[in-house]
């Protein structure tokens, strides 16, 4: 089946840190640039991150910029997502997805509508405590 499967989510304290992976299965991470979105209860799944696929950029969300840092193994076909400085407002599932119209990233995050975005994976829930 061609989707991305996440991992690494636990339950952590606030000021902690986790890494959260994204195996590309079924196809190349090469083409595609890749997001991490995360889905908070009763929210809207939001786009915090991308990585281009064409030259590494990288780009973030507000609330996540300077905590999060997102990276890619070509050689694992795998997108990793490390977050700092975690707060309880960080809890999520979180979710990676394929950017069926780019290599490179739009520039901005959020992106804007989500419609371009393939592969989703089941996500990993991420849980900070107080």
């Known amino acids: 089946e061609v989707q991305f499967v996440e991992s690494g989510g636990e339950l952590v304290q606030a000021g902690g840190s986790l890494r959260l992976s994204c195996l590309a299965s079924?196809?190349?991470?090469?083409?595609?640039?890749t997001a991490w979105f995360r889905q908070a209860p009763g929210k809207e799944r939001e786009e915090i991150s991308c990585?281009?696929?064409?030259?590494?950029?990288?780009f973030y969300e507000d609330s996540v910029k300077g905590r999060f840092t997102v990276s890619s193994e070509n050689a694992k076909n795998t997108v990793y997502l490390q977050m700092n400085s975690l707060k309880p407002e960080d809890t999520a599932v979180y979710y990676c997805?394929?950017?069926?119209?780019?290599?490179?990233?739009?520039?901005?995050?959020?992106?804007?509508?989500?419609?371009?975005?393939?592969?989703w994976g089941r996500g990993t829930q991420v849980t900070v405590s107080s």
């Open positions: 997805a394929a950017d069926l119209m780019r290599r490179r990233c739009y520039g901005t995050v959020p992106s804007g509508p989500y419609s371009h975005y393939a592969y």
């Open positions: 079924g196809f190349t991470l090469r083409d595609y640039a």
């Open positions: 990585i281009s696929a064409s030259d590494g950029s990288t």
